[in-house]
């Protein structure tokens, strides 16, 4: 679904990620792992359009992504979900679920919506709470259905574990489990690898702006467990 060859991305004058080259097939969860600043964020960004490529590939479903817009390629299939979760604080939850699928058409969004809320029952308990008052676990939960509500098939999740208590991590996770259940194929990058790891087929280690291992989970958790990412 998803093939990277050979990426550069270049910020002024410096490299932040140099010959990176991964797939990504339907169905599979695949991992991203490194510490902060390891180019994790940059290559999420990207393949989603956020940030201009200096070489190489990025294809979806054999189109090549790199000459088209951001929006284009959202329209295309792709979910995001980025660090930070970044919700709009002033907007009630049920509008910033609904704005993940702008341009669908009203229909398509409250069909998705009443799916959403079937797997994530606090959309429904806090539907017109403004998303600034929520926590930071609810925050990312409105983010990731933000990110489902285009229905996409590619969901590319960026540190969705970050800066939560152990308690939204496993509810993030069960979440995630159901969207892997409807079949989405999901991208995510996380500095703390141990729980992610428990959701995904494959990974890939990266340290300044290149992939340095590969592997299927059982693999990388070795191999992240020695670089001390768990």
Same mark, same amino acid.
């Given at each position: 679904?998803?093939?990277?060859?050979?990426?550069?991305?270049?910020?002024?004058?410096?490299?932040?990620?140099?010959?990176?080259?991964?797939?990504?097939?339907?169905?599979?969860?695949?991992?991203?792992?490194?510490?902060?600043?390891?180019?994790?964020?940059?290559?999420?960004?990207?393949?989603?359009?956020?940030?201009?490529?200096?070489?190489?590939?990025?294809?979806?479903?054999?189109? /090549?992504?790199?000459?088209?817009?951001?929006?284009?390629?959202?329209?295309?299939?792709?979910?995001?979900?980025? /660090?930070?979760?970044?919700?709009?604080?002033?907007?009630?939850?049920?509008?910033?679920?609904?704005?993940?699928?702008?341009?669908?058409?009203?229909?398509?969004?409250?069909?998705?919506?009443?799916?959403?809320?079937?797997?994530?029952?606090?959309?429904?308990?806090?539907?017109?709470?403004?998303?600034?008052?929520?926590?930071?676990?609810?925050?990312?939960?409105?983010?990731?259905?933000?990110?489902?509500?285009?229905?996409?098939?590619?969901?590319?999740?960026?540190?969705?574990?970050?800066?939560?208590?152990?308690?939204?991590?496993?509810?993030?996770?069960?979440?995630?489990?159901?969207?892997?259940?409807?079949?989405?194929?999901?991208?995510?990058?996380?500095?703390?690898?141990?729980?992610?790891?428990?959701?995904?087929?494959?990974?890939?280690?990266?340290?300044?702006?290149?992939?340095?291992?590969?592997?299927?989970?059982?693999?990388?958790?070795?191999?992240?467990?020695?670089?001390?990412?768990?």
């Amino acid at each position: 679904m998803l093939k990277v060859d050979n990426l550069h991305v270049r910020y002024g004058g410096i490299g932040a990620l140099r010959d990176v080259s991964l797939n990504v097939a339907v169905g599979e969860t695949v991992l991203l792992i490194g510490a902060n600043g390891a180019g994790k964020s940059s290559l999420i960004n990207a393949i989603i359009g956020l940030v201009p490529t200096s070489g190489g590939t990025i294809r979806f479903n054999e189109r /090549e992504l790199v000459p088209i817009s951001c929006a284009e390629r959202a329209r295309s299939g792709i979910g995001y979900s980025p /660090e930070g979760r970044c919700v709009f604080p002033s907007m009630s939850v049920t509008d910033n679920v609904l704005c993940g699928a702008f341009g669908r058409g009203r229909k398509r969004q409250l069909q998705a919506l009443d799916w959403l809320k079937s797997i994530f029952p606090l959309l429904a308990d806090r539907a017109g709470q403004p998303a600034g008052q929520l926590s930071g676990g609810e925050q990312q939960i409105v983010a990731l259905a933000r990110a489902m509500c285009s229905l996409p098939t590619l969901l590319l999740l960026d540190e969705p574990f970050l800066g939560l208590a152990p308690i939204w991590i496993s509810r993030i996770s069960n979440a995630i489990r159901e969207l892997q259940r409807r079949g989405t194929t999901i991208l995510m990058t996380e500095q703390m690898a141990r729980p992610a790891l428990k959701l995904a087929n494959r990974g890939y280690i990266m340290r300044s702006g290149e992939i340095r291992r590969a592997g299927t989970a059982v693999e990388i958790r070795d191999l992240a467990l020695a670089e001390e990412y768990l």
